[in-house]
T-cell receptor, first 111, second 116 residues
Framework: DSGVTQTPKHLITATGQRVTLRCSPRSGDLSVYWYQQSLDQGLQFLIQYYNGEERAKGNILERFSAQQFPDLHSELNLSSLELGDSALYFC??????????FGSGTRLTVV | AQSVTQPDIHITVSEGASLELRCNYSYGATPYLFWYVQSPGQGLQLLLKYFSGDTLVQGIKGFEAEFKRSQSSFNLRKPSVHWSDAAEYFCAVGGILTGGGNKLTFGTGTQLKVEL
């Protein structure tokens, strides 16, 4: 157990739908990062939050949004889903010493 | 912009043989460098990281990596590979960490196959 918890582990949904992925960071870590891993794009950085505030944005689509709550857990919202959004979505957290720890991921399948 | 190149998409080695996985990075400041391993259907496990100091870094599972600033490289090595090392390996670079942290940029990965 890495200490970073992601739920659900698997998600199957239809095109056009909206889903929410959840991440609980490792205890004490203030930063949360979201990554998307697909066969054609590899591991792509989506967005980072630090203590509730957005800190960095990567190649995140406008249909996607995220937030970090006061208890530091984070949610990634994916809407108007397309077949191409099927991927593994990873959350990572880091603390002051900068060690990134990844969760086991959520596998999203859009049908 | 930061980037990472892993020139070898696939590598096959025999069990017991030595291993070197190549990683070259591009970053405009002092890089923080990482190697992760991913087994099929699993998350990313940190093997080792380099922030500063000794350029030869020891990690878990008998892996080590050497930071060579002049070559912009951070190659991963293991003296004797075990069948359980078969997995995909990712090199990543990040920036100088502030209180807010920083994103990691990953290479495309190297798939390691171990022949018995």
């Amino acid at each position: 157990d890495s200490g970073v918890t992601q739920t659900p582990k698997h998600l199957i949904t239809a095109t056009g739908q909206r889903v929410t992925l959840r991440c609980s960071p490792r205890s004490g870590d203030l930063s949360v990062y979201w990554y998307q891993q697909s066969l054609d794009q590899g591991l792509q950085f989506l967005i980072q939050y630090y203590n509730g505030e957005e800190r960095a944005k990567g190649n995140i689509l406008e249909r996607f949004s995220a937030q970090q709550f006061p208890d530091l857990h984070s949610e990634l919202n994916l809407s108007s889903l397309e077949l191409g959004d099927s991927a593994l979505y990873f959350c990572a957290s880091s603390g002051r010493l900068g060690s990134y720890t990844f969760g086991s991921g959520t596998r999203l399948t859009v049908v | 912009a930061q980037s990472v190149t892993q020139p070898d998409i696939h590598i096959t080695v025999s069990e017991g043989a030595s291993l070197e996985l190549r990683c070259n990075y591009s970053y405009g400041a002092t890089p923080y460098l990482f190697w992760y391993v991913q087994s099929p259907g699993q998350g990313l496990q940190l093997l080792l990281k380099y922030f500063s100091g000794d350029t030869l870094v020891q990690g878990i599972k008998g892996f080590e990596a050497e930071f060579k600033r002049s070559q912009s490289s951070f190659n991963l090595r293991k003296p004797s590979v075990h069948w359980s090392d078969a997995a995909e390996y990712f090199c990543a670079v990040g920036g100088i960490l502030t209180g807010g942290g920083n994103k990691l940029t990953f290479g495309t990965g190297t798939q390691l196959k171990v022949e018995l």
